[in-house]
């Protein structure tokens, strides 16, 4: 009896002439897995003009605070008990029978009232100045502060408050200036010292000038830690901290944008 052979896979079958081999039948493909690509997350906005003057007012605010506290705590402390000490040694010099003893009295009561005296100045000068103190006061406060019991002769150009700048800015300017004078107190004991504004149609300097033997010629490397303080204090102002020295002194420059108003008096 014939019939009809099944087809094994991979064997052909024999077909008639003329007629259409059968199709095999292929299973379905399924479609290709795609991953899920998640959205990127928005790219996060910097603070705006409005935020970042806020965010450098709060830290003006509280560095006057810390300034503040600190002279309180000057004021309360040490002053009150040099002031006390003082008072005790013109009592016992006012009852020593001896005048050698009273006149070594009397000369440590001077000498620790000096020292009440200098201090008094340094925490009314640490704090930056205040609304209704201009940059020149307060430079000249600090400077007398500094130099006080030294001969040199300091000279505060008047200019420094004629310039009309943003309360950050003036007392960033403080601050750089500031510390110029000290490092020329630490490290030229000049005879002469002056700070002085020279103006410009787009920029003003405020120089720091001393006579004393100079600076090295990389302070940075030498361990001038105040320099990169100064030069970010600049940078954050726009502005720039040049300085040269030789064997006539050193010139510490802060160079700054002109106020926008443009005002200086020349």
Request: charged fraction near 20%.
């Amino acid at each position: 009896m014939t019939g009809e052979q099944p087809v094994r896979p991979g064997v052909t079958a024999d077909v008639a002439p003329g007629a259409v081999p059968p199709v095999p039948s292929v299973p379905p493909v399924p479609p290709p897995t795609v991953a899920a690509v998640p959205d990127p997350a928005p790219a996060a906005a910097g603070p705006s003009s409005e935020e970042f003057r806020a965010l450098l007012t709060r830290l003006d605010r509280a560095e006057q605070d810390e300034r503040r506290r600190l002279s309180e705590a000057v004021h309360d402390g040490p002053l009150q008990l040099l002031s006390v000490a003082v008072l005790q040694l013109d009592g016992l010099a006012a009852d020593s029978g001896s005048p050698a003893l009273r006149g070594r009295l009397q000369e440590l009561a001077g000498v620790l009232q000096d020292a009440v005296e200098m201090l008094r100045r340094i925490t009314v000068a640490a704090a930056l100045p205040g609304p209704d103190l201009d940059l020149a006061a307060a430079v000249r406060q600090w400077t007398a502060a500094v130099f006080a019991g030294t001969d040199t002769d300091v000279c505060v150009d008047a200019r420094l408050g004629t310039l009309e700048l943003e309360p950050h800015t003036r007392d960033t300017v403080y601050l750089v200036v500031r510390e110029a004078v000290v490092n020329a107190r630490k490290h030229a004991a000049p005879s002469r010292l002056a700070v002085r504004v020279v103006p410009g149609p787009r920029t003003v300097r405020i120089c720091v000038d001393d006579d004393g033997p100079g600076i090295p010629a990389d302070p940075l490397r030498a361990g001038h830690v105040g320099l990169p303080a100064m030069q970010a204090r600049a940078r954050e102002l726009g502005g720039r901290l040049d300085w040269s020295s030789g064997g006539g002194g050193t010139t510490v420059t802060l160079v700054l944008p002109a106020p926008s108003n443009g005002r200086v008096d020349r």
